[in-house]
């Protein structure tokens, strides 16, 4: 059993309340249905129908975990989630297979890019993208206890790094500091691309660039404290997701800059997708998309040496 | 049951009827789809379903959802008459001041859950049948279609799964008024063989006018017995029942009539002379 599937089946336990429905997504939930009964519902590739009846149930007084396809999820039933999760604040859970770059070689129906985009536009819906398993297993507990909607980002890869900070949604983590007083570049981030973003690190360090790596965590709620802090204190901010640079992480800095207005603040540098990415086995992808470590290093540095030291930072 | 008699059934039915022509005017209403359902839901309220005003938060209480709900007027007409919601809210019928509009939301005591978008409450339905099976309670839950609803996909999903997981304590009822908005159902997406068409997907089917409270009644009692399957009910209606100038007409679904015109049509309700309409057909929303 995965930790997933521990996560579910100690909450089934714990509570009377919880209930597991899948669209015939079981890639991860292969072994805890039968330890499940009746609280495991497969309704068969019918995502509305599953958002629907998790509705029903949320409005009998149950919490309910959904499981599908990141794309499908959120695409082919948004408008379920919108008028059936959102508008009651209804306790269902969303939780969404490979999303972003993670469908790599499935091809652009499957590829749930702009997923953080439209979920997070239903109010009362929250959004959380986890890094590794252990930070997903961590939030979902909360989550779960907490019974409020969510659209989740699955990730059932093992963590890379320690989280020392405990989850609270809207609270970012700060994964790493190359300089505590100042630093020249800090990279937002979420999800998958938290892994990617830490191998960066040594090569920009190499060059004598200082490095903060921030975990967002939530992006809705968002951090807007740690967000402007960022803006405050670093030369370049780059936002870096595994999503289209509409509505995602870029568009909510750029919300939150515009919001607060600081006076001075970094230059912030989108790194992300601009259309479907070409379909293909992980690594090739993040190759493709300049995606991977390497090129990432590099486009950072190239920004911090014509647009910060040619002409100095936003004022 | 039968709790009430015909006549006092019938009685309160013409109230509502008169509810929903009154609803019908400053902004107007969807009249035809209302009156269509009105018995329907008199029926299912008076009769046939575990509840009332007092029992609206109780567990053990029946469900109906209203899935059409653009003929909220009926399911208000009825909490006016039963003692849901206080007549005289009916008055604020499209003001921002109090939650009576177009489609039902949950801040009107009895709404189970908000309609609007159509193809929703039978997947919502699904869910809140399973919780009270899983639970052990006696709860029925009652979801009201509309015939021109059937044309969403997402019907037949729920209907392929309702199936699946046999769903018996849910019963669809289809109002049968023949129309869709514009135009009669057969007209641009047939539904015939409807009975067919259910029975393969793997539910009990059962037929009743839709207007007639004895059939009504020993339709509903009969199928309270069948086990492993879903139901439903394919109710034969009329769209604008029981005012003769506006019935079976596609061109007053949605209806805007003057207050002079509501008058009208309310002593047309009562038998008296037929109204003379001259206000806009046809307003398509």
């Known amino acids: 059993m995965n930790p997933y599937e521990e996560l579910l089946l100690r909450h089934c336990q714990n509570s009377g309340e919880l209930m597991v429905l899948t669209a015939e997504n079981r890639g991860h939930l292969r072994t805890v249905p039968p330890f499940l009964g009746d609280r495991f519902i497969d309704v068969g590739i019918a995502e509305q129908t599953m958002i629907g009846m998790a509705a029903g149930m949320a409005m009998r007084g149950r919490t309910v975990v959904t499981h599908a396809l990141a794309a499908f999820i959120t695409m082919r039933s948004y408008e379920f989630i919108r008028d059936d999760v959102g508008i009651p604040n209804a306790s269902v859970i969303m939780v969404g297979m490979v999303p972003g770059v993670l469908s790599d070689g499935n091809g652009p129906t499957h590829q749930a890019i702009e997923d953080v985009a439209i979920m997070r536009g239903i109010p009362n819906i929250g959004v959380f993208c986890p890094c590794d398993i252990d930070e997903f297993v961590e939030g979902m507990d909360y989550l779960i206890t907490d019974g409020r909607p969510y659209y989740v980002r699955y990730i059932g890869m093992p963590a890379s790094f320690v989280h020392t900070e405990p989850f609270i949604p809207g609270v970012a983590e700060v994964l790493h500091t190359s300089d505590a007083a100042e630093s020249d570049v800090t990279i937002l981030t979420y999800g998958y691309m938290c892994r990617i973003a830490h191998a960066v690190i040594p090569l920009l360090e190499a060059k004598d660039i200082r490095v903060r790596l921030v975990n967002m965590r939530t992006l809705k709620p968002v951090d807007e404290r740690r967000i402007i802090e960022e803006l405050q204190q670093s030369q370049v901010v780059v936002t870096l997701e595994d999503h289209l640079s509409t509505g995602g992480l870029f568009s909510i800095v750029a919300e939150v800059l515009l919001r607060n207005h600081p006076e001075h603040h970094a230059r912030v540098l989108p790194i992300a997708l601009s259309s479907w990415f070409k379909p293909g086995r992980l690594q090739e992808v993040l190759a493709h998309e300049g995606l991977d470590p390497i090129a990432i290093a590099a486009r950072i540095e190239t920004y911090i040496t014509t647009h910060v030291q040619e002409h100095g930072a936003h004022e | 049951m039968n709790v009430v008699d015909t006549q006092t059934l019938e009685r309160t039915a013409r109230n509502v009827r008169e509810h929903i022509l009154r609803m019908s005017t400053n902004g107007g209403a969807f009249t035809g789809a209302s009156l269509s359902c009105a ?20 567990e053990y209480r029946d469900i109906l959802l209203l899935s059409k709900g653009h003929d909220v007027p009926a399911l208000y007409g009825v909490f006016a008459e039963l003692g849901y919601i206080d007549p005289a809210r009916l008055q604020h019928h499209l003001s921002t001041n109090d939650s009576i509009y177009w489609h039902p939301n949950r801040d009107i005591p009895g709404v189970e859950f908000h309609s609007g978008s159509l193809g929703h409450l039978l997947s919502v339905g699904i869910g809140m049948a399973i919780d009270a099976r899983m639970k052990g309670l006696p709860t029925r839950v009652v979801v009201i279609v509309g015939d021109g609803e059937l044309n969403e996909g997402s019907m037949w999903e729920g209907a392929l799964t309702a199936a699946a997981l046999k769903v018996d304590n849910l019963i669809m009822v289809v109002d049968r008024n023949g129309f869709q908005a514009n135009m009669r159902t057969e007209e641009l997406i047939p539904l015939e063989p409807l009975e067919d068409k259910f029975r393969s997907f793997g539910w009990f089917v059962h037929q009743a006018d839709g207007h007639d409270f004895d059939d009504l009644d020993q339709t509903f009692k009969a199928l309270m017995t069948n086990q492993g399957k879903p139901n439903v009910v394919i109710a034969i209606t009329q769209r604008g029942k029981g005012v003769p100038s506006i019935s079976e007409r596609a061109d007053r679904w949605f209806c805007d009539f003057s207050l002079h015109e509501v008058m009208e049509l309310i002593d047309e309700l009562n038998g008296k002379s037929t109204a003379e309409l001259t206000s806009e057909t046809l307003v398509v929303r």
């Open chain 2, 39 to 58: 018995d329907i839901l008199v029926y299912l309220y008076s009769q046939y379903l575990r509840i009332s005003p007092a029992m609206v938060d109780d």
